[in-house]
């Protein structure tokens, strides 16, 4: 099993910033890869970005490119979401995971970000 905790939502007005952590713990090494996903009010839940526990791969979503960096701190099992130029249709609750190639085996409860007109 792996726990994942989020942190780091709130409300910020357009055009600010926020970072995200997800802070992982228990069986860590069972998965190769960590994300991000978010889900806006009376929508599906989608992919925001991820990155590899090893090597240098990061993948983003097209909505997020440039604005939007994840990166990792293996020492500290932990991930983040360094969220910057953030538009009010970034406004969602955003869940850490962690999986493989095959899929997202384990969720983080999620923590909401609400940006402001």
């Known amino acids: 099993q792996v726990q994942l905790v989020e942190s780091g939502g709130g409300l910020v007005q357009a055009g600010g910033s926020l970072r995200l952590s997800c802070a992982a713990s228990?069986?860590?090494?069972?998965?190769?890869?960590m994300g991000w996903f978010r889900q806006a009010p009376g929508k599906e839940r989608e992919f925001v970005a991820a990155?590899?526990?090893?090597?240098?791969?990061?993948y983003y979503a097209d909505s997020v490119k440039g604005r939007f960096t994840i990166s990792r701190d293996n020492a500290k099992n932990t991930v983040y979401l360094q969220m910057n130029s953030l538009k009010p249709e970034d406004t969602a609750v955003y869940y850490c995971?962690?999986?493989?190639?095959?899929?997202?085996?384990?969720w983080g409860k999620g923590t909401l970000v609400t940006v402001s007109s």
């Open positions: 228990g069986r860590t090494f069972s998965s190769s890869a």
């Open positions: 995971a962690a999986g493989d190639d095959g899929g997202m085996d384990y």
């Open positions: 990155i590899r526990w090893s090597g240098s791969s990061t």
